[in-house]
């Protein structure tokens, strides 16, 4: 798997000679599907003191967990993060695993689980008509475990490192996680597609009211502590 040279870039900057990283995933899918840090992770690229990878589904959590296991600093969570005010249940939609295996459906169906079904490949967006066919009758909607993008700021206030991608609903979390005024990592990532241009801005520019300076790299946003 390519690493992503921007993403690479920011990290050694925020990092360097060695600093330890502490790091909260949220949408951790199997741990290597078109994730960011495995590289990192097999190529010893830095010091991870821990990670803490939030993913909801629990097939998808299976995997995550096993290819995870190498990786003994790194801890798995069961659930979904939202910015609801306590902890609960919600509906998540998502491609199975052995669905895309079994109707050898698109291999990017296996990153499109979320809350949403209308801002994202589960609405069609980003698929197109024939794409997208091949994968609606396989959508599946299941009950979550959730917790609150507060709580999980609060229990790990040290981490350094905050990446998300959720599938169109980053930005809530996004703020959410910032809305105590006390946590700022050095490092932010978040996917920034299909999300409104009015609400997209208004966070870039509370991040950068903050002090982060910001730079794309395809559907992500990433913010350096300046």
Known sequence: ???NSV???VL???FPNREPIRYIQIGGNDGIHADPLYPHHVARTFEFEWGQIFEPIPEYFD???ANMRQFPYVKCHN???DDATAPGQREFSY???ADIEKFGLPGSSKGIGSFSRDRNALGGIGYDEGKFSKIESHIRTIQVQTVPA????RQYSDANFLLTDCEGYDVEIIRSAFSSGNFKPRVVQYEDYQISKDISQSTLGELQALGYKVVRSGNDVICELA
């Open 95 to 97: 491609v199975s695993h």
């Open 79 to 81: 659930l979904a993060v």
């Open 12 to 14: 050694k900057r925020a």
């Open 150 to 153: 507060k709580d999980v700021i």
């Open 1 to 3: 798997m390519a690493m």
């Open 63 to 65: 995997l995550l967990m």
């Open 7 to 9: 993403l690479s870039d």
